[in-house]
């Protein structure tokens, strides 16, 4: 990302920490997670749950675009494409839909439940992630700063959407199995070129993964939200 | 998965940067640009290659192949995108899925690629330019408008599919640059403060949130006011300017004239005060009218025209008189010493440039006349009847300086002399700076310098007698015995002295002066460029400095000797700048009588024939 669009992000980012943070703090005190009277008390919290949502997907989106990019500059350098060919994403199990067409013949429980099952499964490698980094020697603060914020941002996230999924099904049980991701032995290798090729396929994952769930986000506030008129 | 990692790796090793726009020094045909405008479909353009046409057409092909399904398919499309194209429509496209692609020529493999659908995402521009007017101002010189648009059609807005950011950018038409404005998520902006007069650009383009790509830009459009009405600012009011004018300037003219002619001579006076006559400078009828007849006096008596005028009148004669006696008390002690017992301002009029070839009488320019009434004690002094009385007095006393400084740096031989000049010395402060300033450099000088008789010899006016090349003013010592010059020259046993003293101002510069200032010329001369090195706070130094130099890198002992009369009038040598005159301060007179008489003025011609 160019430096204006950080520079911009930047400020956004805190207004988000702010907002994210007022909400989910707060959350308990302001509104009932359930609605007692039905969704038509909800709607104006459910609202304003959705556009926080999207605004900190957004930012996750935007966060490991930047830290791909990073990493791709300074240690995969003409190997990106082959390790992203070859290798496929622990979340790849998961029966997500690839195009509009079977985005929109997918019922906004499943779209949720697959957004909760995508987030879920991150959060395990995110906490490793941010260790290995760290212990990556010369790892520039650029990419340490960023997975340790993309990794609160996930937690945050899928907080949030739980509440969703709270208020537009109630009663719907939360505990779908999701991917468990085990790459982490590919991390700690010795072979730093192997590990190297590891850490990219990682955070190419991410950022697939983070642009699956903004778009379906996206898509779930235009259509209980805005009724498919964004 | 295996053959799809054999086909994969083939198609690696064969490949170049897979985004990169390198040219292919082959001239094989080459992917271009990879594109989806909308997050659906997508299309990819290469480059025909330089030798196309060696090559039958239809002999490249472009295979893909996607994750889940493992082989090399075809591209399905090679014409809705245009030549050397392949489209994939929306069942052939899968978001979040990696694509590879390659073209092959003859079979051949000559470019590979892989992307992802949501990395290649760049819209078409947005449609539907156009813009209302919110407002106008007041003064119909500015106006509001709102600029609207819509996203491209293509675009699944409305379900949330892809969002959108737009970009502004406008320019008044005769401009050539561009400005922008900051991204925005909605399709309508408004722009203030839009001139009426002028004719505006306007043009946005769009690119998928999260991405960096824009998309291309809309149609520029042409925002144009049409011309307001003449008629509907008849209905406005206006301030009716003009009729205030009008009316203020007859107002204005008639009280003028009521004024002018009116017999209110105060009021006239207030507004037409009276264009002052030309005074004589120096006499102030106010002072005559009050009675201040002391300042009258000494203004009076620095004139030798008008005490002759006065002497005529009955009324003044008798403050004349008066006044005449007095200078004869104050001729007790040096006028130059009177002089300096004055306080800064006075003693700058030691830099002033004394005048005429008449003596002594009109001492000082008008306008330091007016300023300083002390001065004129001096020009008592120098009246005709006062004058030889005190200059021989001062003749006495300043050759007495003379020789104590020739003696030696501390004086003693003439304590009675030296009582006012230490006095002086004490009140003189600007002097002492001017001192002091060259002795830091010069020891020599030091000692004969500070010995404070020599500023009872020290006139009030210096001449300049070079302008250093850092823009310091040299200032020629004047004639210590200024008053005393004919004395000194009257009895030569007591010139020689005299002369042989540094003369730190003069106006003039007697015969003996002379000489000893032309056998030592050459010092000075050789010393005028070393003024440089005289640089100091002072903005003037003075030519004893320069002397002394010249004597102490000559012989030491020559430094009572190196003494050099500096002339107060010099010719203009070099006129450097508009800042700077090169005096010519080697020219000296020659003894001729004329000189011996008045021991003043020194033409240049003069000054010529006396130079070596």
């Known amino acids: ?230 | 998965m295996d053959l799809w990692q054999l086909l994969l790796t083939l198609a690696v090793a064969g490949s170049s940067d897979a985004f990169s726009g390198s040219e292919d020094s082959s001239g094989n045909p080459k992917f271009t640009k990879c594109r989806s405008p909308e997050l659906e479909t997508f299309s990819c353009h290469w480059t025909d290659g330089a030798n196309h046409s060696l090559q039958s057409p239809g002999s490249v092909q472009m295979f893909y192949i996607r994750r889940d399904i493992q082989e090399w398919k075809e591209c399905p499309d090679y014409v809705s995108a245009g030549e050397n194209s392949c489209y994939f429509n929306s069942s052939y496209t899968s978001v979040w899925t990696p694509y590879c692609i390659k073209l092959t020529s003859n079979g051949g493999i000559v470019d590979h690629k892989c992307f992802s659908v949501e990395d290649i995402v760049q819209p078409d521009p947005p449609v539907g330019l156009n813009w209302t007017l919110l407002n106008i101002s007041l003064t119909e010189i500015h106006a509001d408008i709102l600029v609207k648009w819509e996203p491209p059609p293509n675009t699944d807005v409305k379900m949330g599919w892809i969002i959108l950011e737009y970009e502004l950018h406008y320019k008044e038409l005769n401009e050539t640059q561009w400005k922008m404005m900051d991204p925005l998520m909605v399709t309508s902006v408004p722009m203030y403060s839009l001139r009426l007069d002028k004719e505006y650009e306007v043009r946005v383009r769009t690119r998928q949130r999260n991405t960096e790509k824009y998309g291309k830009f809309s149609e520029v459009l042409l925002i144009t006011f049409p011309q307001m009405n003449p008629s509907a600012c008849e209905e406005d009011f206006q301030f009716p300017w003009f009729l205030i004018i009008i009316f203020g300037i007859l107002g204005l003219a008639v009280t003028l004239f009521l004024l002018i002619f009116s017999k209110q001579q105060r009021i006239k006076m207030l507004i037409l005060p009276p264009v002052p006559v030309p005074k004589i400078k120096g006499i102030d009828p106010d002072l005559l009218k009050e009675g201040k007849l002391e300042e009258v006096n000494t203004i009076l008596a620095i004139h030798d025209n008008y005490k002759h005028e006065f002497y005529n009148d009955d009324s003044w004669v008798e403050f004349i008189e008066l006044d005449i006696d007095d200078p004869d008390e104050k001729t007790e002690g040096s006028d130059t010493d009177r002089l300096l017992s004055n306080d800064h301002e006075k003693s700058l009029n030691i830099f002033g440039a004394k005048d005429d070839d008449s003596g002594r009488t009109s001492c000082y320019e008008p306008d330091i006349l007016e300023a300083d009434f002390h001065v004129s004690d001096m020009c008592d002094g120098t009246s005709e009847v006062a004058q030889p009385q005190r200059l021989k007095g001062e003749a006495d006393i300043s050759c007495l300086d003379q020789k104590n400084q020739n003696n030696s740096p501390s004086n003693d031989a003439a304590p009675a002399s030296q009582q006012p000049s230490v006095i002086l010395v004490e009140e003189n402060k600007p002097r002492p700076l001017l001192i002091g300033g060259t002795e830091s450099t010069h020891q020599a000088v030091h000692t004969q310098l500070s010995n404070p008789s020599s500023l009872a010899n020290i006139d009030f006016y210096a001449q300049v007698s070079d302008i250093t090349p850092a823009g310091n003013v040299v200032l020629s010592p004047g004639q210590k015995n200024k008053t005393g010059n004919p004395q000194c020259d009257t009895h030569p046993e007591v010139v020689t002295p005299c002369q042989a003293n540094f003369i730190v101002d003069n106006a003039y510069f007697c015969e003996v002066d002379a000489k000893k200032y032309i056998a030592l010329a050459p010092h000075v001369e050789a010393e005028s460029h070393v003024e440089p090195s005289f640089n100091q706070e002072d903005i003037y130094t003075t030519t004893e400095s320069l002397t002394t130099t010249a004597g102490r890198s000559g012989t030491a002992e020559h430094v009572p000797s190196s003494e050099i009369p500096v002339p107060d009038y010099t010719s203009i040598h070099i006129v450097q700048s508009p800042q700077g005159l090169v005096l010519n301060a080697t020219a000296l007179p020659l003894p001729d009588k004329e000189f011996l008489s008045s021991c003043g003025y020194v033409s240049t011609d003069q000054l010529n024939k006396i130079m070596p």
């Open chain 1, 1 to 230: 990302m160019d430096s204006k669009g950080s520079s911009q992000k930047a400020g956004s980012r805190l207004l988000l920490l702010l907002v994210v943070s007022n909400l989910l703090l707060c959350q308990g005190v302001v509104s009932t997670p359930v609605c007692p009277n039905g969704p038509g008390n909800c709607q104006v919290s459910l609202r304003d749950l959705f556009d926080r949502a999207v605004m900190v997907s957004h930012y996750i989106h935007d966060l490991s675009s930047e830290m791909f990019n990073e990493f791709d500059k300074r240690y995969a350098q003409g190997k990106g494409f082959i390790t992203m060919a070859l290798n496929s994403c622990h979340t790849s199990s998961l029966p997500t839909p690839e195009d509009k067409e079977q985005a929109q013949q997918t019922h906004h429980e499943v779209l949720m439940s697959l957004i909760l099952g995508l987030l879920r499964s991150w959060n395990d490698p995110l906490y490793h992630l941010v260790t290995e980094v760290r212990g990556m020697k010369g790892a520039p603060d650029a990419i340490l700063s960023r997975a340790i914020e993309i990794e609160e941002e996930n937690k945050r996230l899928l907080e949030g959407m739980e509440m969703i999924f709270g208020q537009v099904i109630p009663g719907a049980k939360e505990t779908e199995p999701y991917p468990v991701w085990s790459g982490l032995p590919s991390l700690q290798t010795k072979d730093e070129d192997a590990r190297y090729s590891a850490f990219y396929n990682l955070l190419h994952c991410l950022r697939r993964d983070s642009s699956k769930i903004d778009t379906y986000l996206k898509l779930l506030n235009c259509r209980i939200i805005y009724n498919n008129n964004c």
